[in-house]
């Protein structure tokens, strides 16, 4: 055999080799592969997905903090102040004097009158009963219009002062003098879509924006006006909205400042469940579903409402934050336990947990009763 043909078959030797090597570690990565696979199908068979039931749905009010009583004041167009009782941020109780005006075209006329009875005087030597008459009408006339020169203004409540002045960026002044009491309470609005699940005294939580502070309050007043109507701009303008005054009384008046913007949030009293409808097991007799109460599965008769081919609506037998089991079988039964591992969330409001064999299903049901 010549040299050429040895190095020839040496060749082909070693791609052979090279060959059955490869084939080998591609047989083992692949049976290594679908071994895991298999190992994390069998793992998934054993997942329980539970579903948790939302909170009660809540409605939000933006609105602000406003002093319960407000009234302005002016004097008349014919009146000047000529006396001022209070100074600005003063507190005043109800009944106190805050200022005086004076009228002075009254004044003018009053003046002349006297003027009239003191000619009049001058010119009576003799007690005419004729002039002495005039002089008493006219008398009478200056005491009437004594009474209407001035004019003092009391205060209506109890509250706080403000004296409004002019200033060259605001202009004139709405108002000489506004009085503000000091309670407070939170002014709003609610559409029509959410005014049906209002009621008088519903609980309130309330959010000052500008210090997170968290209030407590009531619905004080719900408006059967609408004060607004709004194009409503999540139906692409196909429809208008109706939005009602709605005021909200605080539980407590510490901290609250006139102007703040808060957000009130009211829970909708009696709100249905909503569920996954594969979550519901039917016999003859009535519709139930699982619970996941601490470990152990809890069977549970329901009202449904409503349903469609992905959810339902239930009218009763399940409260907010109850877990339920979103795929149940025929064969669980109440009282098994279901141990749940820290596994994260698949979707907002549900969970997968993994039941262990039933013996040791079992033997933690005994454990439990034992406790």
């Not at 005006?101 to 009963?129: A, C, H, M, R, Y």
């Not at 407590?216 to 409503?232: C, E, K, V």
């Not at 208008?240 to 005021?247: E, H, P, Q, R, V």
């Amino acid at each position: 055999m010549s040299f050429l043909e040895k190095f020839k078959n040496k060749k082909i030797a070693i791609g052979i080799g090279i060959f059955v090597i490869i084939s080998l570690g591609v047989g083992i990565f692949i049976y290594n592969k679908n071994k895991l696979n298999n190992d994390q199908m069998g793992k998934t068979e054993n997942y329980i997905e539970t579903y948790t039931i939302a909170d009660n749905e809540k409605i939000f009010i933006n609105g602000v903090i406003v002093p319960t009583i407000s009234q302005d004041f002016n004097p008349s167009s014919e009146g000047e102040i000529s006396k001022l009782n209070v100074t600005n941020g003063k507190i005043v109780k109800e009944g106190d004097l805050l200022f005086t005006t004076k009228n002075q075209s009254i004044l003018d006329e009053i003046d002349g009158l006297k003027s009239q009875v003191s000619e009049l005087k001058k010119s009576s030597t003799n007690n005419d009963p004729i002039i002495i008459a005039e002089i008493n009408k006219l008398s009478a006339q200056i005491s009437s219009l004594d009474k209407k020169a001035y004019l003092n203004t009391y205060a209506p409540f109890a509250g706080k002062v403000y004296l409004n002045e002019q200033s060259e960026s605001m202009g004139e002044a709405s108002s000489f003098m506004t009085l503000e009491s000091t309670e407070f309470y939170m002014k709003g609005q609610s559409s029509e879509q959410d005014l049906p699940n209002l009621q008088i005294d519903d609980p309130v939580d309330v959010l000052v924006f500008s210090n997170n502070k968290k209030l407590t309050g009531r619905i004080s007043f719900i408006s059967d006006r609408p004060s607004t109507t709004l194009n409503d701009m999540n139906t692409g303008g196909q429809g208008n909205l109706s939005y009602y005054d709605i005021n909200i009384a605080f539980d407590n008046q510490e901290g609250l400042v006139n102007g703040f913007h808060v957000q009130a949030s009211i829970e909708v009293r009696d709100s249905l469940a909503k569920i996954p409808k594969s979550a519901i097991l039917k016999n003859e007799k009535e519709a139930y579903i699982f619970e996941d109460l601490n470990g152990i599965l809890k069977k549970q008769v329901i009202e449904i409402a409503s349903e469609n081919e992905d959810f339902a609506v239930v009218k009763s037998g399940l409260d907010k934050n109850d877990v339920i089991i979103r795929y149940p079988s025929q064969d669980m039964k109440e009282g098994d336990p279901v141990n749940t591992e820290n596994i994260p969330l698949t979707e907002e409001g549900t969970k997968k947990t993994i039941s262990k064999d039933k013996k040791d299903m079992t033997k933690a049901s005994e454990e439990r009763v034992g406790q």
